[in-house]
């Protein structure tokens, strides 16, 4: 008996489905989960095509020889199809803030910063934003700063830009006409008012909406085989906490 | 501590602008001590184009004015302590920018242009807080197509840690092609080493195409070992655990201070 799918198993499938079609991906250093669903996305797309996956701080998963700007170079050719985005916050419009709260600069709380976001939104036509914590704190009607814009106006060059949202609780794709968040479906054990409640700015969604899909026995197969193995070189910490989850899991004999 | 990095770290200056590498390319940990010890302060520090551990290091000795960077913090470890600190007690000024901007100053001054135009940027509040940043339409498009044009970096160091250097004074940096840019764009360059060797890099091609010429390197120090708490592509892995102590310290002056002085045997 294969055992169920874990919550962190459906967001990593979620991922490797929103990757459907890319052929080269980038993931920044400290992003396990979006490595993994760009590793299963690799491992199922192998036969037809090969993905590349480029994975910043990685010797293994690092093809760039040309220093820290060829990502970013890549980018602005056109040569990178998608990409990873988190935020301190994210609001309905699809800004993100990795600067902190609280004014600027003398800020209350105070993040890393906007790292490479305030130009790979604009030149990576696939960005996923993908953020874990879905809370009021993080999902809000206005960021206190944007480091990068959700759309910009007609006549700023723009091939790039959000296609979803993906959270703890839930998957959204974004309509750059709008603007604005639709939900696409509710992860397993999660009710549309916990997500209303959660979430700071407004959104469209069904009265019922969809379920996200869980893996199926052959993908959660590669999962837990392939992909785990794969992603032990670079996160061996995350890697071992899948693990130990796996085990909890697993029925007493 | 070898005499040799304290001579190097008397280079620097109050006031200077110094490039440091992002915390996988190779950090020079072996000099922020001696760089402390010198202590030369009202630095304006260059990430290139994020900064770590050296940086909360130099930050939370007081050393530093102005800090231009996309991001501070410790990866894995979490935030850096002694910048959130300064930032949130407004002791150090700041210029937020985003990693391509930084290379693009970089790649300026490599040219000796004034400046060079990169796409992104515009209805960020990283573009408004920045008045050195100008935005121009594209002269060369039909009208319209705003760009943005980032000024030349041009420090007046770059300090950062490779594996080897041979006598002749050339460094090998490998695929690590944002060190060289450092050193082109800045005034001068202090490299330290895992090991000096006696054949000349530039005369064997394998080497050759990762090089980093003498032209543009004033100082090299041997430091084994240098790049530690962090690692060293090829030859050693980053000691988490060593930067978690640190980050768990550091949340205080008092505990940064404590650290700082526990450590004073090890680091160099």
């Not at chain 1, 609001?91 to 890393?112: H, I, K, M």
């Not at chain 2, 430091?223 to 530690?228: I, S, T, V």
């Amino acid at each position: 008996m294969i055992l169920a799918p874990l919550p962190r198993e459906v967001l990593i499938w979620t991922i490797a489905r929103l990757l459907e079609g890319v052929r080269h991906v980038a993931v920044g250093a400290a992003s396990p989960m979006p490595a993994a669903g760009s590793m299963l996305r690799r491992a199922l797309d192998e036969s037809r095509t090969e993905l590349r996956l480029s994975i910043l701080g990685s010797v293994a998963n690092n093809f760039f020889t040309n220093g820290s700007t060829e990502l970013f170079d890549c980018a602005g050719q056109g040569r990178l199809d998608a990409f990873f985005l988190g935020g301190g916050q994210i609001d309905g419009e699809a800004n993100v803030n990795l600067v902190g709260v609280g004014g600027y600069p003398q800020s209350r709380v105070r993040w890393p910063g906007s790292f490479g976001s305030a130009y790979l939104y604009f030149t990576v036509p696939r960005v996923i934003l993908f953020r874990e914590e879905h809370t009021p704190r993080v999902m809000v009607e206005k960021v206190d700063f944007i480091s990068a814009p959700g759309t910009s106006p007609a006549g700023v060059h723009r091939p790039g830009g959000p296609a979803a949202l993906l959270t703890s609780k839930a998957l959204f794709r974004f309509d750059r006409d709008r603007p604005g968040f639709t939900l696409e479906s509710l992860h397993p054990g999660c009710g549309l008012a916990d997500l209303l409640a959660a979430t700071g700015f407004a959104f469209q969604h069904d009265d019922d909406p969809p379920v996200t899909p869980a893996p199926d026995g052959a993908t959660l197969a590669l999962l837990r085989g392939r992909v785990l193995d794969e992603l032990e070189e670079t996160y061996p910490a995350f890697a071992a906490d899948w693990r130990r989850d796996l085990a909890a899991a697993q029925p007493a004999a | 501590m070898p005499g040799d990095l304290r001579a190097m770290a008397s280079c620097v200056r109050p006031g200077m602008r110094i490039a440091l590498p992002v915390d996988y390319a190779g950090v020079s940990m072996a000099m922020t001590r001696p760089l402390i010890e010198n202590g030369a302060g009202d630095l304006h520090l260059v990430c290139v184009p994020t900064g770590g551990l050296q940086v909360d290091q130099l930050i939370g000795a007081g050393l530093v004015a102005m800090v231009e960077t996309s991001a501070v913090s410790l990866g894995e470890a979490g935030g850096a302590p002694r910048f959130n600190q300064a930032v949130k007690d407004g002791t150090i000024r700041l210029r937020d920018a985003t990693c391509p901007a930084i290379h693009a100053g970089l790649m300026a001054a490599q040219k000796g242009s004034p400046f060079l135009s990169i796409r992104g940027l515009i209805g960020s509040d990283l573009l408004r807080h920045r008045d050195d940043w100008r935005v121009i339409d594209n002269p060369f498009g039909a009208g319209g197509d705003p760009v943005v044009l980032i000024p030349a970096i041009t420090p007046d160091i770059a300090i950062f840690h490779a594996p080897l250097a041979d006598r002749f004074g050339n460094v090998w940096i490998g695929r690590r092609r944002e060190l060289a840019a450092m050193a082109y764009a800045s005034a001068l360059t202090l490299v330290t080493v895992e090991r000096i060797v006696r054949r000349n890099l530039l005369s064997d091609e394998t080497t050759a195409a990762g090089t980093l010429p003498a032209l543009y390197v004033a100082e090299i120090a041997e430091a084994p070992r240098g790049a530690w708490p962090y690692g060293l592509w090829g030859e050693y892995a980053t000691d988490t655990a060593e930067i978690m102590r640190y980050a768990s310290a550091a949340r205080s002056a008092e505990g940064f201070a404590g650290y700082m002085a526990a450590r004073a045997g090890v680091q160099a």
